[in-house]
């Protein structure tokens, strides 16, 4: 199970970090992956970092503003996001996945999803 958490309203330019817990399992064995859907839109793969921590893979739009990161001692995967802009205005969530080493735009490939968190990025 993963339990995503961090979201809430912020200015545009603000920052935020989500987090997202695993239970029940040692999530160090999982390559990660961060979703958003914003209203209307499909599912959007915001970027993924393998179990290792040694590959990461950023969507252009968020490059150089989003972080990833993970602390596999405490089973907790991050998503630190700075100049936030109002189109970054979603529902983000959190997957995991053993089936590949790195991580995957498909949201397929992931076994387990977070319930998400809103993040609102206001003007």
């Known amino acids: 199970q993963l339990q995503a958490s961090g979201g809430g309203l912020v200015q545009a330019g603000g920052s935020l970090r989500l987090s997202c817990v695993a239970s029940g399992r040692t999530i160090s064995s999982y390559s990660v992956g961060w979703f958003r859907q914003a209203p209307g839109k499909e599912r959007e793969f915001v970027g993924g970092?393998?179990?290792?921590?040694?590959?990461?893979y950023y969507l252009d739009s968020v490059k150089g503003r989003f972080t990833m990161s993970r602390d596999n001692a405490e089973n907790t995967m991050y998503l630190q996001m700075d100049s936030l802009k109002p189109e970054d205005t979603a529902v983000y969530y959190c997957?995991?996945?053993?089936?590949?080493?790195?991580?995957?735009?498909?949201?397929?490939?992931?076994?387990?999803w977070g319930q998400g968190t809103e993040v609102t990025v206001s003007s």
């Open positions: 997957a995991a996945t053993r089936r590949i080493a790195s991580s995957s735009p498909v949201p397929a490939t992931y076994d387990y």
């Open positions: 970092i393998s179990w290792s921590s040694s590959r990461t």
